[in-house]
């Protein structure tokens, strides 16, 4: 998108957020970038916003208790009143087995990955719809494709992340008449950032690196620059699609 672009971010502390949010920083930008808990990796990535030209609102909340995506749609809001572009991130493997899942597991892999997107996606719409250049990007997982016993599995993570692919595609029809755009990308296996929770150890992504066709984990930028496409103008007749940034992975 261009500068001047006003976009809220979820999940903007670390990886793949960071690296949108650092893509639409430039003069006239105007973010509202999100993180769960990790208020000084959040301010860290809010700062080369701001070195960039930007003006940046941060906000904290876990998107799994109902009432924080209209939250934080709301913060960008009064502090910005115009809303471009919303890229839902904030998201979580569930590294549990189907064995030692419990209900209230099941239930927050689905309120933060799957539920969190509607809650978002409901309270930018307003704002977008009169943009004339709205946009919404959804992520989601390779966990919802892949299904291989030699890699890791997270069946709650594949099941909420699945249904965050259904509901793109179903938001994209509803929100056409808006001018809307409503995409999703997949990311494959992606390195994290050092001490994030969600790392798996490094003997297990070195095992991963061989099964990929490119041999390499992605880096975040990767993902980034796929959702800046489906942000951009030269996706403005993109609409509906699901677009897998995974190295080839199946």
Do not use: W
């Not at 920083?25 to 769960?36: D, E, K, N």
């Amino acid at each position: 998108m261009s500068d001047g672009t006003a976009a809220v971010v979820t999940g903007a502390a670390s990886g793949i957020g960071a690296a949108v949010a650092l893509r639409l920083a430039a003069p006239g930008a105007r973010l509202t970038l999100h993180t769960r808990a990790s208020a000084g990796r959040l301010q860290a990535v809010a700062e080369q916003a701001r070195a960039r030209g930007a003006e940046v609102e941060t906000v904290l909340g876990d998107l799994a208790e109902a009432g924080t995506g209209r939250s934080v749609a709301e913060a960008h809001r009064e502090r910005f009143g115009a809303l471009d572009a919303l890229v839902a991130n904030a998201g979580f493997p569930l590294l549990v087995p189907l064995e030692d899942m419990t209900p209230a597991d099941i239930a927050y892999a689905f309120q933060g990955n799957s539920q969190s997107f509607f809650e978002l996606a409901q309270a930018a719409q307003p704002m977008l719809a009169v943009s004339g250049r709205g946009r919404i990007v959804g992520v989601s997982s390779f966990t919802a494709h892949v299904f291989r016993t030699d890699m890791p599995q997270f069946p709650a993570s594949a099941a909420s992340k699945g249904a965050v692919e259904t509901a793109v595609r179903s938001l994209s029809l509803a929100l056409a008449k808006d001018g809307i755009t409503v995409n999703c990308v997949v990311p494959g296996y992606i390195r994290k950032d050092a001490g994030t929770a969600d790392s798996l150890d490094a003997e297990t992504l070195r095992q991963i690196e061989t099964r990929i066709p490119l041999s390499r984990l992605g880096e975040p930028e990767d993902v980034a620059g796929a959702i800046a496409f489906l942000l951009s103008k030269d996706a403005a007749y993109v609409t509906g699609q699901i677009i897998h940034v995974n190295g080839g992975l199946i």
